[in-house]
């Protein structure tokens, strides 16, 4: 494998196998399933907590060397922080506060039934992440508009865009919690489920875009999974040692892989003035009394 650890030309590293160990966690079959499990382990790995903290500060100190993003090389100089969703030191903290004000609206609003969506459409072999990601927004804006969410009684979305890199090329895909003020029987979430399912691989064939049946998950989340569901929409964050693919690609650059290094610098590019988290109605973060002053409620 080569070594990118050349600070004097971080731009060229020579070109190497993708490493096996990302290879292995980019290539599972069951990629829903994976990082469901990877979310739900109630195991830590093994190392000690002097080595985890070690191999964060390398996936720092690699990214201060070789992000594309100025913010994030950038990022603590001078005490500022980049707040990027890509940068290793503040994407945790976005993610929890992302988390915690979810959870907050959650809370502070009736919520009957809730339901996570994950819905995907096809990669296009060759395609850019910016496109597919594109592509992936557009069905989401066809299907959902006019308010159609909302003339079938739903009060609040929130959406993540996470993205994976498999071998089939880049694979962004959507996590959506959906909210009811009521509760729906389970006949009636069934058939709002399918109906929505339908929508999307019908917009999605409109756009020139294969939306597979198989590929739209949707479940129904259960009052005591509620928390469980909010951090799982919540995960994205670029952690060493985790599974998912921002953070397996930048720990393989840690290990000196050039290939990956080009798959973040797609990732970087590709992502870039995207929004990966927003949130609508009841699940829009609730304004405290101080947050209203500041922005100019008297
Ligand atoms: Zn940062």
């Not at 490493?19 to 830590?44: G, K, M, W």
């Not at 928390?227 to 998912?244: C, L, M, P, Q």
């Not at 988290?277 to 100019?296: I, Y």
Request: hydrophobic residues 40%.
């Amino acid at each position: 494998m080569a070594t990118l650890a050349d600070p004097a030309h971080p731009r060229t590293p020579r070109r190497v196998a993708f490493s096996r160990a990302a290879r292995l966690n980019h290539e599972r079959a069951d990629r829903a399933a994976a990082s469901l499990v990877a979310t739900l382990s109630i195991y830590q790995d093994g190392l000690s907590r002097g080595a985890r903290y070690k191999a964060q500060y390398e996936l720092n100190e690699v990214q201060r060397l070789y992000s594309l993003r100025q913010g994030i090389r950038r990022c603590r100089q001078g005490g500022r922080r980049c707040e990027s969703a890509l940068c290793a030191v503040c994407s945790t903290a976005r993610a929890s506060q992302n988390r915690r004000s979810l959870l907050d609206s959650l809370t502070t609003a009736q919520h009957g039934t809730v339901l996570l969506w994950t819905p995907t459409i096809a990669e296009a072999p060759g395609e850019s992440l910016r496109s597919h990601w594109s592509a992936l927004v557009q069905v989401f804006q066809t299907t959902t508009a006019g308010g159609w969410l909302k003339r079938r009684g739903v009060s609040g979305t929130a959406r993540a865009i996470e993205v994976e890199h498999t071998a089939a090329g880049w694979h962004p895909h959507g996590h959506l919690l959906i909210c009811f003020p009521k509760r729906l029987s389970r006949d009636a979430a069934r058939e709002f489920a399918l109906t929505l399912r339908d929508r999307w691989i019908v917009k999605a064939a409109e756009l020139d875009r294969h939306a597979s049946p198989q590929g739209q998950h949707i479940a129904l989340i259960g009052a005591s999974d509620l928390h469980r569901a909010a951090r799982y929409v919540t995960k994205s964050r670029i952690r060493a040692n985790a599974s998912d693919t921002p953070s397996a690609l930048w720990s393989s650059v840690r290990d000196g892989d050039a290939d990956a290094l080009s798959l973040v610098h797609e990732l970087e590019a590709g992502s870039f003035r995207r929004r990966a988290w927003t949130t609508t109605g009841t699940c829009r973060p609730v304004l405290d009394l101080d947050d209203l002053l500041a922005s100019g409620a008297s």
